[in-house]
């Protein structure tokens, strides 16, 4: 069974930066893609960033490119989202997931809430 925990989130003003962590348990997480997705009230999931288990490949929203950085640390089995100059819009639930023996995201989070004020 895998699990994912989410912690870090919070309310900051606009500018501010917050670092949101994912804790994984299941022995297939270390060799998983991870990522990160966001849900802001009335509006559908989307996606935010996402890094490969073997290469450390990452991949970003062009909403947060220059802002979020994403990073692993397989032996450890979490996730990390560096989020800077942190802006209004960014206000979300945000989650983690994992794809887990496949290429689409198998396994999600319960998320943390997120909160940029002006």
């Known amino acids: 069974q895998v699990q994912l925990v989410e912690s870090g989130g919070g309310l900051v003003q606009a500018g501010g930066s917050l670092r949101l962590s994912c804790a994984a348990s299941?022995?297939?997480?270390?060799?998983?893609?991870m990522g990160w997705f966001r849900q802001a009230p009335g509006k559908e999931r989307e996606f935010v960033a996402s890094?490969?288990?073997?290469?450390?490949?990452?991949t970003y929203a062009d909403s947060v490119k220059g802002r979020f950085a994403i990073s692993r640390d397989n032996a450890k089995n979490t996730v990390s989202l560096q989020m800077n100059s942190l802006k209004p819009e960014d206000t979300a639930v945000y989650y983690c997931?994992?794809?887990?023996?496949?290429?689409?995201?198998?396994?999600w989070g319960r998320g943390t809430q997120v909160t940029v004020s002006t």
């Open positions: 890094i490969t288990w073997s290469a450390g490949i990452t």
């Open positions: 299941g022995r297939t997480v270390s060799t998983s893609d």
């Open positions: 997931a994992a794809a887990v023996l496949t290429r689409k995201y198998n396994y």
